[in-house]
């Protein structure tokens, strides 16, 4: 049996009751069910991926990124400036064409999301960042939510945190 802490759970079930009542088709994904579930969903992408993510140091969800871009979609990344393991793939994200910028907090406080929105009609949310560790060996939870209202809600603020977002890391200033 796979232990889940009472928040996490909570979190679940205010989202599927959101959900539920707006009629959204929710997916819920536990450990190692999560790569392949999220490489399908940024994978599926036809216009934007939206993303907003305390760690993002992957090598297979950046290449998807880097590929999405690439055939035309506009993916845009929002990281936690104190992660310092996010500076080593940023210049190869830019190089791809993806718009990365820096979240707009100093220590000790954090940017602390993982939220991902594909298309403006279905989102990921979760507890796991998008590094190896959080997708191959944590004990983590995703939901993968198709609901545009919600979606649209989460891009409003993802489009308000991109407005104050820095282009630049803040030890270049």
Known sequence: MRYVT???????????????????????????????ALLELLNQAEKTIDVEMYVLTDAEVIAVLERAETRGVEVRVILDPNQSSNLRYVERLKAHGVEVKWFPITKPAQMHRK???????????????????????????????????????????????????????????
């Not at 979606?151 to 200033?173: M, N, P, T, V």
Request: glycine content about 6%; charged content about 20%.
């Open 115 to 173: 939220l991902a929105i594909v298309d403006g009609v279905q989102f990921f949310a979760g507890s796991v960042n998008w590094s190896y560790n959080g997708l191959a060996k944590n004990e983590e939870l995703m939901l993968i939510v198709k609901d545009s209202e919600i979606a649209r809600k989460l891009d409003e603020i993802f489009s308000e945190d991109w407005y104050q977002s820095w282009l630049g890391h803040y030890a270049e200033y």
């Open 6 to 36: 009472q928040a996490a759970m909570l979190v679940v079930s205010s989202l599927l009751f959101i959900c539920s009542a707006s009629a959204g088709e929710v997916h819920v994904y536990t450990d190692q069910e999560i790569r392949p």
